[in-house]
């Protein structure tokens, strides 16, 4: 195979590394490595054209939208994504404030401001107070499964299910009111979705659940666009570090490469990309999303991975939350309102009613979160996970648009509520490098299995170390799923890799 020349091709320059993947887990390898003065030789190849990931502010209704990343979770000082953002001034100053940082949500959403049913009534606040602080207190028990083996059930939806049906049974009041409770409760099912990334509380594992570790603070978001982060990570890279438009097809490891260029030099590894072009390494840190992982495990390692990485690939769960964002002319809520909840009266989480998606994949939706508004622009963002979030990718604008206008006539019992002026949403599943949105311990899996797709390889041998290395959210143990887990993970990978070659070397530790 031929390799791509360019820069800091030639050799006794120290290790030749590659990061696969420019999110912040690959950002954040290659900010950390470039710093050290054994690593000159490094390059970032990207499948896409931009840098991010799966953190993607895009200009939209005359101020930022995030397709992806939304709030920092756990804004405090323990939190990598805060301290970074707040070192580049890119955060409020709400948010940096110790008040803010001290709040402790216990990781659950807020309440909505108000709650549509499909009646078209609004649904009381009082019984939605009482159902969420059911939901949630049920939700915090399961950390009681925590690295015990005799978990009661396998997964989190069907200990959920267990508790509200021995709850249920001692209800009091009418039959019309238990049936609200219980579709109540399944809207907050459906929020638990949209957190955890999945199809069905029934796929999340209960025994590991309590594993994910919320930090201190009131999540927060950054008022000039999540990607500011990014940007200001990959503006600290010597230029053309990052390569746009490469994706990587095969990584060929155990072996011994040579290039043209470097004669006499061997690499164990050789990165071969889509467009034919091929990069010989000593060391690759692997940051593509675990969507795109489980989709071609066949085919992007060569020789494969040893069956217990492959397996623990297959095993982790990963599935997909999407947004919608509806432009209105007009706001239909008021001004104090942040959080629209709808409440299918007819859905119970106790009953499983199999129905055609293309007849009821938007009941999946949480509602609607309100975005800051200015003057002339007034924006819903919906939240949707699952096979239901899957299929709408497959729809078009104008179905979406229609779907949720008879939706919003329909909960808020107005017949001539205008249209949306305007539409746009995330397509995570759809996306060929990602493959949906985050990871999910699931049911058949454990947190050794995040450890185990964590292992660098080869697993063994001195001669031939740390060849392939593996960061991104789906390998961090307890931060899973978020943007700090990401970022810790590139820093941990970076960190293994300056460990080896500078064995002296002060690391910042898991911090800055
Ligand atoms: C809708 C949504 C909402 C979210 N909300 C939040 C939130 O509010 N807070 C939070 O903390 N987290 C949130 N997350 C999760 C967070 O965005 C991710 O955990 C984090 O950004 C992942 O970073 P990463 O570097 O691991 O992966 P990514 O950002 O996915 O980066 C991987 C990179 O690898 C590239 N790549 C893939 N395949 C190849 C290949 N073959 N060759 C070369 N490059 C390749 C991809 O193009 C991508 O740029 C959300 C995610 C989504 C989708």
Known sequence: MESSGGRAESSGRGP???????????????????????????????????????????????GVVELGAHWIHGPSQSNPVFQLAARYQLLGEKDLSEENQQIDTGGHVGLPSVSYGSSGVSVSHELVVEMASLFYSLIDQTREFLHTADAPVPSVGEYLKKEIRRCAAGWMGDEPTRKLKLAILNSFFNVECCVSGTHSMDLVALAPFGEYTVLPGLDCTFPGGYQGLTNCIMASLPEGVIVFNKPVKTIHWNGSFQEALSPGETFPVLVECEDGACFPAH???????????????????????????????????????????????????????????????????LEDVASELRHVWFKKLIGFLVLPSSESVHVLCGFIAGLESEFMETLSDEEVLLSLTQVLRRVTGNARLPAPRSVLRSRWHSAPYTRGSYSYVAVGSTGDDIDLLAQPLPADGAEAQLQMLFAGEATHRTFYSTTHGALLSGWREADRLIALRDPQAQLPGPRL
């Not at 950002?27 to 991010?52: D, I, K, N």
């Not at 992007?300 to 990963?318: N, Q």
């Open 283 to 349: 060391h690759v840190i692997i940051t593509v999303p675990l969507g795109f992982l489980k989709e071609h495990l066949d085919t992007f390692f060569e020789p494969p991975l040893p069956t217990e990485k492959a397996e623990a690939i297959r095993k982790i769960g990963f599935g997909t939350n999407n947004k919608i964002f509806l432009e209105f002319e007009e706001p239909f809520w008021e001004p104090d309102c942040q959080y629209i909840q709808v409440v299918w009266e007819d859905a119970s989480p």
């Open 16 to 62: 030749r590394v590659l990061v696969v993947g420019s999110g912040i887990a690959g950002l954040g390898a290659a900010q950390r490595l470039c710093r050290h003065p054994a690593f000159p030789q490094l390059r970032v190849l990207e499948a896409t054209g931009r840098a991010g990931g799966r953190i993607r502010s895009e200009r939209g209704f005359g």
